[in-house]
């Protein structure tokens, strides 16, 4: 079982430990916003019911506690390295629902710009992956994890340009 805290009631969150189980998301896009050190703001209701925590515990978590274990680090190092320059990333991720359960999603994640151009958190929408292209995906991350690589990247992943002034709020 992991645990974490609510940053926000600081309450003590546990999570079940991954299961040799996951499915491929395919509904409508799950939202969440973080602050800048990535706790979660906000959650639409899609990610709430997805990931199996009530909204009051996962308003306050770390979005890191929502990614699965068995994910490469690396790609999730990419995502911040990227996002914390400005960039926009996207790549294939498998989060972890409460009760242990991973969940395959195409990940956007976007830097939350003022009007002074400071960066002040961070906007991931996750959507139904391309189910073809996600067996790939899964082969090049085994790949990635087996290799101990912990700066390999994936071409499945990387910085995306979403045009002039996309990003602020």
């Known amino acids: 079982m ?8 600081g309450r003590k969150i546990s999570r079940e430990d991954a299961r040799d189980e996951e499915f491929i998301y395919d509904g409508k896009p799950l939202l969440v916003e973080t602050d800048m ?5 906000y959650a639409n209701r899609r990610f709430v019911e997805i990931s199996g925590y ?5 308003i306050g978590s770390p979005h890191c506690a929502h990614m699965h274990p068995n994910m490469p680090t690396s790609i999730f190092k990419d995502a911040c390295q990227k996002t914390s ?8 991720v498998c989060n972890i629902s409460k009760e242990g359960i991973g969940y395959w999603t195409e ?9 002074n151009g400071t960066i002040t958190g961070f906007m991931a929408t996750r959507r139904a992956p391309n189910a073809k292209e996600l067996e790939n995906v899964m082969a090049e991350y085994e790949a990635i994890k087996a290799s101990g690589d912990v ?12 045009g002039r002034g996309a990003c602020n709020f």
């Open 54 to 58: 009530e909204k009051d515990e996962v």
């Open 107 to 115: 990940l956007i994640v976007q830097p939350k710009i003022d009007e």
């Open 37 to 41: 050190d990535g706790v979660i703001t």
């Open 151 to 162: 700066n390999a990247t994936s071409q499945y992943c990387g910085e995306v340009f979403m």
């Open 2 to 9: 992991a645990t974490f805290t609510n940053v926000k009631s």
């Open 85 to 92: 320059e400005g960039k926009t990333w996207s790549g294939y």
